[in-house]
């Protein structure tokens, strides 16, 4: 898995991280009454703030990531405080395809399990 494959992405998927938009997968939290997810944020470069003032949005094949795994309690979810008892169980910052695939192999985690974010309960 050195050489990031294209392949094991689902085309909407693949084309949301090109165009910068955030995955999801849920995964075990740390205990009873936590919920816990990963999340891929593709990185804005200066060339996407740009596009976005023009009223577009710029896909780009090369982004860097940054991977988070959240722990949350599971009460306050649904709340304006989601963030209230969250952990950063763990982070990093990827420089390509390639290197995503990677971290997301040393994680355990699979491309299909990623998902939009409004098709999971995560609150960010």
Do not use: C
């Amino acid at each position: 898995m050195n050489e990031h494959d294209p392949a094991q992405w689902q085309t909407d998927k693949l084309n949301a991280l090109r165009l910068g938009r955030r995955l999801v997968t849920e995964v075990s939290p740390s205990g009873q009454g936590r919920r816990a997810f990963v999340d891929i944020r593709p990185i804005r470069a200066d060339a996407d703030h740009v596009a976005s003032r023009e009223g577009w949005v710029r896909p780009d094949r090369d982004r860097t990531f940054k991977l988070e795994h959240w722990d949350y309690d599971a009460d306050q979810l649904d709340g304006f405080d989601y963030d209230a008892g969250a952990v950063l169980v763990r982070a990093a910052t990827v420089a390509d395809g390639a290197e995503l695939d990677t971290a997301l192999h040393a994680w355990n985690l699979l491309p299909g399990q990623f998902l939009h974010p409004w098709d999971t309960d995560d609150p960010r």
